[in-house]
């Protein structure tokens, strides 16, 4: 087959960008296929895998083109991995999701550790549950001495995984799970607040029995993993502030419903074994060794030709293709592992989910918030996993039946080829290929501004408005310049009077959308999926801790399989104070001197230091003269960005620090300027041990450091790993946090984007994108 005997595909510009930047084939340097071609490998390599089930070269050839043009016209696409490596005999695998065992010993521990790294470099994300761990302080039998608890122990993890490269394009990602009922329970619950682990999402593992505590205003029992024990007892509504506090300042942690999971289909083999952890964006529970194989349809592609509905039956089509797709990409997977090999064998796990969400309820003039969506949902998942699961009907009768399925759930009813079918996960990169919305969200912002240069070397303004806008503004007739204008201005169209009433409702974005109304939309998909549904409530700057602590009850009570929230702004943040209260010693005033700046000589030597940040190389300038270090430059590139700019400024203040009067030598203002920025954390490391940088005013401080001679050691405070960050406010004083007011506009307000420099990173589906539409690499971490 060839791409001549099929439509050609339309890709948007942000696709071709992400395409030859991650996925396209490349040999020596030079592309040898576009993106058609790419559909075309994808399609080809899959479509081999019928051959080992006795079909003919004509049927081959169906299965090619079916899928082929799934791709192509933007209806279906399969996770990154199988994108990226499928037909290219690289050796890399094309699977996504994986979850790994933890033992609780030495040997179990470091091999498990290996097995992340081999997965990561293989292309793949992991999960794992440290609740097998015995808890910190336990005697350890062998040795006579003490255990350090399951938090140590991931930090060793995630100092592994920052060394490891996603084969050649993103860096590994973790999901660490501890069971609520674990002795180090509170521990865990902090490990993320000090900054230090960074590679790992991570989530809470409730039981029933732990939310009955928390309705009761009672204790639940703490259980010794070595032997099941109860090692104490906790009040449920303590332990759940904690979550709540951290999850407010951190993201983290979210909510996996454990005990949900493992007496529903997200567990379709419990003779087997008990679910103890998911993938890193959860949506997929997973026994130990097991991986899926996952794909999004987009459903904003299936609007009948009228724009009155969903064409129900071309989404039966896609599903039954698809279906059948991912079945065959576990024939041809080169899985990192035998035990992986064996385990994805035995259940045959595909997880089914969407795209395009948002997009459909806008050409159905449908709001999110609103009962309508919800009914939709219900009725389209509903869809999805019923004709989902028929497909796997047929397949199992073409093909046998999934071997485990004797001793699963559906043992007594039809035999299934795969023992789940759907899950909704994250969609951050290849729902930029498609070009639509993510997964099952709402869209963040209606209008981007991106101020660039135009071919006259003179500044311009890009703007991008929802496409969906534009045409109803046309047709309805309110379509102006200036409105959108208005519109590029704030991200929103709430509260223009230009904009009628009935369209501000439609074209909500998500922090205009009550959470209450995110939490019913996972419900809603979850009743119909049989694994998980990744999804992000996103809060903004000013929400309470009650609103989280309300959106995590309402999680539980609705059904969903698990929850997680992001308060914008929450990363990047001062909410501790430091304040004394008492008087310090009044000193002798002595005579002021006259101030003035040290002039700046004609000629200075000085050289420049590259160092490697989470925004860029950055390329740090010291000049000295002959009383010592005189000045510092600060440069990050990308000319024009607010990474620049705040680089610059940071360079600025440090050379007139150095210049100021003072008792200090320039060498010891240089040492407490260092001292002052080392071991800011933001969102995202690069490096290791003493070469490990946390953010850029991270990176200027280990540049000084090394001008000085302090390897890497630095003059401020430095946390031991394992010690919570001190509260240095004194007895009596408030902890203050910084919430901004709500406006009827809010901005976006995310974190940098590593590719573009804009504020635009945003944590959407459990994983983080950036949603600006200029980003020159479409960056997403997913």
């Not at 590259?610 to 000045?631: C, F, M, Q, R, W």
């Not at 800011?680 to 000085?708: C, M, N, W, Y």
């Not at 009596?732 to 984007?753: H, K, N, V, W, Y």
Request: charged fraction near 25%; aromatic fraction near 6%.
């Amino acid at each position: 087959m060839s791409t001549k005997t099929l439509q050609k595909g339309r890709w948007s510009e942000a696709a071709k960008k992400v395409l030859a930047e991650r996925y396209l084939w490349k040999k020596d340097g030079q592309f040898v296929e576009d993106e058609d071609g790419m559909c075309l490998r994808v399609a080809k390599a899959v479509s081999e895998a019928e051959r080992r089930h006795s079909a003919t070269e004509g049927q081959i050839r169906d299965a090619e083109e079916a899928f082929c043009r799934l791709m192509l016209e933007a209806k279906f696409m399969p996770n990154s991995p199988t994108l990226m490596n499928a037909g290219k005999d690289n050796g890399q695998q094309l699977s996504a999701c994986f979850v790994l065992p933890v033992p609780d010993s030495i040997d179990g521990i470091f091999d498990a550790i290996k097995h992340a790294a081999i997965v990561h470099k293989s292309g793949g994300g992991t999960g794992m549950a440290f609740s097998r761990l015995r808890p910190k302080d336990a005697v350890v039998g062998t040795t006579n001495g003490v255990a350090s608890g399951p938090v140590s122990f991931m930090r060793i993890f995630n100092e592994a995984t920052e060394q490891i490269k996603q084969g050649g394009t993103r860096r590994g990602a973790n999901m660490g799970i501890l069971r609520v009922d674990h002795p180090d329970i509170r521990e865990f619950i902090n490990c993320k607040r000090d900054g230090t682990i960074t590679n790992f999402n991570i989530s809470v593992a409730i039981t029933d029995r732990f939310m009955q505590a928390l309705e009761d205003d009672g204790e639940y029992e703490l259980i010794d993993p070595r032997d099941g024990r109860v090692a104490g007892c906790l009040t449920a509504a303590l332990v759940f502030d904690d979550i709540i506090d951290a999850a407010w300042a951190t993201g983290d942690p979210g909510m996996v419903f454990i005990d949900r999971i493992n007496a529903g289909p997200a567990n379709p083999t419990p003779d087997i074994g008990i679910v103890e952890a998911t993938n890193p964006c959860g949506e997929q529970p997973l026994l130990p060794y097991e991986a899926c194989n996952l794909g999004s349809l987009n459903v904003g592609a299936f609007v009948t030709p009228d724009g009155e509905g969903v064409d129900w039956e071309e989404v039966e089509k896609a599903i039954r293709s698809a279906v059948r797709f991912l079945d065959d990409v576990i024939e041809i997977n080169p899985y990192p592992l035998p035990e992986i090999v064996q385990m994805v064998g035995a259940n045959r796990r595909i997880g089914l989910g969407l795209m395009g969400w948002a997009d459909l309820l806008f050409r159905l003039a449908i709001p999110y918030d609103s009962q309508q969506a919800l009914d939709l949902a219900c009725r389209l998942m509903a869809f999805v996993n019923k004709v989902g699961h028929e497909a796997s009907e047929q397949l199992a009768a073409e093909r046998g039946p999934f071997p485990n399925w004797p001793r699963s759930i559906y043992k007594d009813g039809q035999p299934l080829r795969n023992s789940t079918v759907t899950t909704i996960a994250p969609t951050g990169t290849i729902s930029i290929i498609a070009d639509c919305s993510s997964g099952i969200e709402p869209i963040f912002a209606l209008a981007f501004t991106h101020k660039a240069q135009g071919a006259d070397l003179k500044p311009r303004d890009l703007r991008f408005i929802n496409p969906d806008f534009v045409r109803v503004a046309k047709e309805r007739g309110f379509y102006s310049e200036m409105l959108m204008d208005k519109v590029c201005q704030q991200g929103t169209i709430h509260g223009l009077a230009d904009v009628p009433e009935d369209v501000q409702r439609v074209f909500v974005t998500s922090h205009e959308i009550d959470p209450a109304w995110h939490v019913r939309m996972q419900a809603a998909f979850q009743q119909h999926t049989d694994n998980a549904v990744s999804k992000t409530v996103n809060l903004p700057n000013a929400a309470s801790r009650d609103d989280i602590a309300q959106v995590y009850k309402l999680a539980y009570k609705t059904g969903c399989n698990g929850i997680t929230v992001f308060r914008d702004g929450c990363k990047g943040e001062q909410i501790l104070v430091v304040g004394i209260n008492h008087e310090e010693p009044k000193e002798t005033p002595t005579p002021r001197r006259m101030a003035s700046i040290k002039p700046r000589p004609l000629v200075v030597n000085g050289y420049t230091r590259a160092v490697k940040a989470p925004e860029g190389t950055v390329n740090i300038t010291i000049n000295s003269d002959d009383d010592g270090p005189l000045e510092v430059f600060v440069n990050l590139g990308h000319a024009g960005s607010d990474a620049a700019a705040m680089a610059e400024g940071i360079g600025r203040l440090i050379s007139m620090l150095l210049r100021l009067p003072s008792d200090l030598e320039p060498s010891e203002r240089m040492k407490e300027a260092s001292g002052q920025l080392r071991n800011i954390g933001g969102s995202r490391v690069v490096g290791f041990g003493t070469e490990q940088v946390r953010s850029l005013p991270d990176a200027v401080a280990l540049a000084l450091e090394k001008h000085l001679g302090l390897n890497g050691t630095g003059n401020g405070h430095h946390a031991e790993p394992g010690i919570p960050t001190q509260d240095f406010r004194q007895p009596g004083l408030p902890l203050i946090a910084a919430a901004a007011e709500t406006t009827t506009s809010p901005a976006i307000t995310g974190d940098m984007c590593p590719a573009c420099k804009n504020q635009t990173l945003v944590r959407i589906e459990g994983c983080r994108k950036c949603v600006s539409p200029f980003c020159p690499e479409a960056y997403s971490e997913c």
